[in-house]
Protein backbone atom coordinates (compact mmCIF):
# COMPACT_ATOMS: atom_id res chain seq x y z
CA UNK A 1 0.00 0.00 0.00
CA UNK A 2 1.08 3.62 -0.23
CA UNK A 3 0.89 5.51 2.74
CA UNK A 4 2.71 9.40 1.68
CA UNK A 5 4.09 11.12 4.62
CA UNK A 6 5.54 13.79 2.71
CA UNK A 7 3.74 16.53 0.75
CA UNK A 8 6.61 18.77 -1.21
CA UNK A 9 6.23 22.69 -1.94
CA UNK A 10 8.02 24.99 -3.26
CA UNK A 11 8.64 27.96 -0.94
CA UNK A 12 6.21 30.92 -0.47
CA UNK A 13 9.31 33.46 -1.29
CA UNK A 14 11.50 32.87 -4.96
CA UNK A 15 13.04 36.12 -4.66
CA UNK A 16 16.26 34.71 -3.50
CA UNK A 17 16.30 31.85 -6.46
CA UNK A 18 15.15 35.09 -8.98
CA UNK A 19 18.49 36.45 -7.99
CA UNK A 20 20.25 33.60 -8.18
CA UNK A 21 18.31 33.26 -11.68
CA UNK A 22 19.59 36.62 -12.79
CA UNK A 23 23.11 36.09 -11.92
CA UNK A 24 23.93 32.48 -13.75
CA UNK A 25 26.07 33.54 -15.63
CA UNK A 26 28.32 34.09 -12.67
CA UNK A 27 27.82 30.67 -11.29
CA UNK A 28 30.14 27.43 -12.77
CA UNK A 29 27.97 24.43 -11.45
CA UNK A 30 24.80 24.03 -9.88
CA UNK A 31 24.57 20.95 -7.51
CA UNK A 32 21.10 19.46 -7.39
CA UNK A 33 20.37 17.20 -4.31
CA UNK A 34 17.04 15.74 -5.34
CA UNK A 35 14.61 15.85 -7.90
CA UNK A 36 12.15 18.38 -5.89
CA UNK A 37 15.25 20.72 -6.12
CA UNK A 38 15.42 20.54 -9.68
CA UNK A 39 11.85 20.27 -10.42
CA UNK A 40 11.16 23.99 -8.62
CA UNK A 41 14.29 25.31 -10.49
CA UNK A 42 13.13 24.57 -14.14
CA UNK A 43 10.00 25.41 -12.94
CA UNK A 44 10.94 28.71 -12.65
CA UNK A 45 13.01 29.36 -15.01
CA UNK A 46 10.28 28.03 -17.30
CA UNK A 47 7.59 30.58 -15.62
CA UNK A 48 10.26 33.33 -16.52
CA UNK A 49 10.47 32.22 -20.02
CA UNK A 50 14.58 31.60 -18.97
CA UNK A 51 17.00 27.99 -19.75
CA UNK A 52 20.00 26.89 -17.75
CA UNK A 53 22.98 28.89 -20.20
CA UNK A 54 24.63 26.18 -21.89
CA UNK A 55 28.19 26.89 -20.07
CA UNK A 56 26.65 26.19 -16.32
CA UNK A 57 27.82 22.84 -15.82
CA UNK A 58 25.54 20.79 -13.87
CA UNK A 59 25.89 18.06 -11.48
CA UNK A 60 22.93 15.55 -10.01
CA UNK A 61 23.19 13.29 -6.85
CA UNK A 62 21.94 10.15 -8.12
CA UNK A 63 20.18 8.99 -11.24
CA UNK A 64 16.93 9.73 -9.90
CA UNK A 65 17.70 13.43 -10.02
CA UNK A 66 19.80 13.03 -13.25
CA UNK A 67 16.28 11.64 -14.28
CA UNK A 68 14.48 14.60 -13.38
CA UNK A 69 17.03 17.01 -15.48
CA UNK A 70 17.32 15.65 -18.49
CA UNK A 71 13.21 15.17 -18.73
CA UNK A 72 13.57 18.94 -18.66
CA UNK A 73 16.28 18.89 -21.38
CA UNK A 74 18.86 19.88 -19.74
CA UNK A 75 22.42 17.68 -19.94
CA UNK A 76 24.02 16.19 -16.67
CA UNK A 77 27.67 16.21 -16.49
CA UNK A 78 28.33 14.67 -13.04
CA UNK A 79 26.76 11.67 -11.04
CA UNK A 80 29.12 10.69 -7.73
CA UNK A 81 30.05 7.19 -7.19
CA UNK A 82 27.95 7.03 -4.42
CA UNK A 83 24.24 8.64 -4.28
CA UNK A 84 24.62 11.01 -1.34
CA UNK A 85 24.75 14.66 -0.79
CA UNK A 86 28.47 13.99 1.02
CA UNK A 87 30.24 12.26 -2.06
CA UNK A 88 28.86 14.40 -4.19
CA UNK A 89 30.92 17.26 -2.37
CA UNK A 90 33.66 15.21 -2.08
CA UNK A 91 34.26 14.01 -5.68
CA UNK A 92 32.91 17.35 -7.53
CA UNK A 93 35.62 18.50 -9.46
CA UNK A 94 37.10 20.62 -10.54
CA UNK A 95 36.03 23.91 -7.63
CA UNK A 96 38.88 25.27 -6.16
CA UNK A 97 38.12 28.83 -6.43
CA UNK A 98 34.79 28.54 -8.66
CA UNK A 99 31.36 29.59 -7.98
CA UNK A 100 28.41 26.70 -7.17
CA UNK A 101 24.85 27.34 -7.00
CA UNK A 102 23.35 25.24 -4.26
CA UNK A 103 19.27 24.90 -4.19
CA UNK A 104 18.06 22.54 -1.59
CA UNK A 105 14.94 21.66 0.88
CA UNK A 106 14.02 23.84 3.71
CA UNK A 107 15.36 20.81 6.21
CA UNK A 108 17.78 19.61 3.85
CA UNK A 109 21.01 18.40 5.29
CA UNK A 110 24.31 20.91 4.67
CA UNK A 111 27.21 18.40 4.09
CA UNK A 112 27.25 19.07 0.89
CA UNK A 113 27.34 22.60 0.83
CA UNK A 114 30.36 22.58 3.44
CA UNK A 115 32.29 20.16 2.11
CA UNK A 116 32.34 22.27 -1.60
CA UNK A 117 33.35 25.57 0.48
CA UNK A 118 35.72 23.30 2.75
CA UNK A 119 37.27 22.49 -0.47
CA UNK A 120 37.67 25.99 -2.18
CA UNK A 121 34.54 26.73 -4.09
CA UNK A 122 32.03 29.81 -3.31
CA UNK A 123 28.80 28.41 -2.42
CA UNK A 124 25.22 29.68 -2.47
CA UNK A 125 22.59 27.63 -1.07
CA UNK A 126 19.01 28.71 -1.96
CA UNK A 127 16.09 27.00 0.06
CA UNK A 128 13.52 26.45 -2.75
CA UNK A 129 10.89 23.99 -1.35
CA UNK A 130 10.04 22.03 2.03
CA UNK A 131 8.72 19.25 3.24
CA UNK A 132 5.14 18.72 4.96
CA UNK A 133 4.21 16.04 6.76
CA UNK A 134 1.31 14.62 4.34
CA UNK A 135 -2.58 14.33 5.34
CA UNK A 136 -3.84 11.20 6.37
CA UNK A 137 -6.77 9.30 4.70
CA UNK A 138 -8.09 7.80 7.74
CA UNK A 139 -9.06 4.38 5.27
CA UNK A 140 -5.06 4.27 4.69
CA UNK A 141 -4.06 4.16 8.55
CA UNK A 142 -6.42 1.65 9.05
CA UNK A 143 -5.23 -0.79 6.50
CA UNK A 144 -1.62 0.68 7.49
CA UNK A 145 -2.42 -0.71 11.17
CA UNK A 146 -3.55 -4.15 9.81
CA UNK A 147 -0.21 -4.58 9.23
CA UNK A 148 2.66 -4.58 6.62
CA UNK A 149 5.60 -7.27 5.32
CA UNK A 150 7.91 -4.62 4.11
CA UNK A 151 8.04 -0.43 5.33
CA UNK A 152 9.87 1.14 2.70
CA UNK A 153 11.64 4.69 3.80
CA UNK A 154 13.20 7.23 0.93
CA UNK A 155 14.59 10.19 2.86
CA UNK A 156 15.07 11.40 6.15
CA UNK A 157 11.80 13.21 6.07
CA UNK A 158 9.60 9.85 5.30
CA UNK A 159 10.67 8.59 8.44
CA UNK A 160 10.50 12.19 10.63
CA UNK A 161 7.20 12.83 9.12
CA UNK A 162 5.48 8.95 9.43
CA UNK A 163 6.70 9.37 13.08
CA UNK A 164 4.75 12.80 13.27
CA UNK A 165 1.86 11.64 11.82
CA UNK A 166 1.72 8.61 13.97
CA UNK A 167 2.95 9.55 17.08
CA UNK A 168 3.97 7.53 19.57
CA UNK A 169 2.14 4.50 17.47
CA UNK A 170 4.74 4.44 14.74
CA UNK A 171 7.02 1.67 16.40
CA UNK A 172 4.24 -0.38 17.06
CA UNK A 173 2.17 0.15 14.00
CA UNK A 174 5.26 -1.56 12.21
CA UNK A 175 5.46 -4.48 14.39
CA UNK A 176 7.49 -6.97 12.85
CA UNK A 177 7.79 -4.98 9.01
CA UNK A 178 10.82 -5.07 7.46
CA UNK A 179 12.43 -1.57 7.62
CA UNK A 180 14.16 -0.73 4.64
CA UNK A 181 15.85 2.42 4.07
CA UNK A 182 17.15 3.87 0.59
CA UNK A 183 20.58 4.91 1.78
CA UNK A 184 22.41 5.66 5.09
CA UNK A 185 21.33 9.28 6.21
CA UNK A 186 17.32 7.77 5.93
CA UNK A 187 18.90 4.44 8.03
CA UNK A 188 20.24 6.68 10.68
CA UNK A 189 17.06 8.63 10.82
CA UNK A 190 14.90 5.64 11.11
CA UNK A 191 17.36 4.25 13.96
CA UNK A 192 17.46 7.61 15.79
CA UNK A 193 13.72 7.05 16.18
CA UNK A 194 13.61 4.00 17.69
CA UNK A 195 13.48 1.69 14.68
CA UNK A 196 15.47 -1.36 14.01
CA UNK A 197 16.72 -0.82 10.03
CA UNK A 198 16.50 -4.31 8.25
CA UNK A 199 17.43 -3.48 4.86
CA UNK A 200 19.63 -0.90 3.59
CA UNK A 201 20.85 -0.93 -0.07
CA UNK A 202 24.57 -0.21 -1.93
CA UNK A 203 22.94 1.47 -4.04
CA UNK A 204 21.42 4.68 -3.20
CA UNK A 205 18.54 4.98 -5.48
CA UNK A 206 14.93 3.74 -5.81
CA UNK A 207 15.78 0.80 -8.51
CA UNK A 208 18.49 0.33 -6.03
CA UNK A 209 16.86 -0.67 -3.05
CA UNK A 210 13.62 -2.40 -5.16
CA UNK A 211 16.21 -4.92 -6.12
CA UNK A 212 17.61 -5.70 -2.79
CA UNK A 213 14.17 -6.23 -1.74
CA UNK A 214 13.61 -8.87 -4.64
CA UNK A 215 16.79 -10.02 -3.90
CA UNK A 216 15.57 -10.76 0.00
CA UNK A 217 12.38 -11.98 -1.27
CA UNK A 218 10.27 -9.24 0.62
Known amino acids: MLFPTIEVRAVTDLSKLDRAIDALSTYHWITFPSP ?17 QPRLR ?6 G ?5 EARGARVDFIPSQFLGEQLGRELTPVTGLRVLLPRAARGREELGSILMR ?4 VDEVVVYDTLP ?6 DLVELERGVDVATF ?5 VENFFTLLGARAVSV ?3 ACIACIGPVTASAARALGLTVHLEPSDHSIPGLVAALDAEGA
Open 174 to 176: LGE
Open 58 to 63: IAAVGP
Open 65 to 69: TAQAI
Open 36 to 52: NAADVVFDRLLARGLRL
Open 154 to 158: TSPST
Open 134 to 139: ASVDPR
Open 119 to 122: RGAS
